[in-house]
Every structure is written in C-alpha cells, then in structure tokens.
C-alpha cells in the first residue's frame, strides 16, 4: 500500500513538471534554437520570405517570450517592416499595441 502511495505521488509530481514545461515552452531548447536562428537571421535580413515560426508568432499565447528570443533590438529596419506588416494583417488590436509601444 506504500508503494502504490509513494508511485502516484511520484506521478503526480511528474504531471505537474511537465505541466510547467508546456506552460513555458520558451524554455525548450529546440523553441530556443529556431527562434535564435531567427534572431540571426534577422540581423542581416533585407528581403524574402519570413520564416514560418515567425509567421505563426502572432498567434502564439506567449508571443511576447518568444519574440523576445529573436532578438528585436537587433532587427534591421527591413526586418522591423516586414515583421510590423505581419503582425497588423494577423495580431489582435491589443498585442500590435503592445508590440508598437515596446520595439
């Protein structure tokens, strides 16, 4: 009876860390690498098609995190662009808000 006590507590423990996990996936390596290679590319980015982790940043609940990790302070004017044209045709009134008044 222990045992079946010590596992499901061990369980639950395992459901609540992975609980965190997908409620801060920013913190996954792989979300880390695309959106720093974004960054990257987005340093030197003049023209072309955006790549479609960004595309899909709009509608990501924590699109603020993770538009973080690109980096915008680093973004050429030509990137800042096409990145403002994205987000007016696909974000919400109140995120452009926010996205205009902080970069």
Do not use: C
């Not at 499901?8 to 609540?16: C, F, G, L, R, S």
């Not at 997908?22 to 913190?27: I, L």
């Not at 340093?43 to 609940?61: C, D, M, T």
């Amino acid at each position: 009876m222990a045992q079946n006590l010590d596992e499901k507590i061990d369980n639950k423990k395992a459901a609540i860390i992975q609980d965190e996990i997908r409620a801060d996936f920013t913190k996954d390596p792989k979300v880390q690498k695309v959106y720093g290679d974004i960054a990257t590319l987005f340093e030197k980015y003049r023209s072309g098609k955006l790549p479609q982790a960004f595309r899909i940043l709009s509608k990501a609940e924590q699109w603020e995190n993770l538009l973080k990790l690109t980096k915008p302070e680093n973004w050429t004017p030509h990137a800042m662009w096409a990145a403002s044209k994205t987000f007016t045709i696909e974000m919400t009134a109140e995120r452009l808000k926010l996205f205009f008044e902080n970069y």
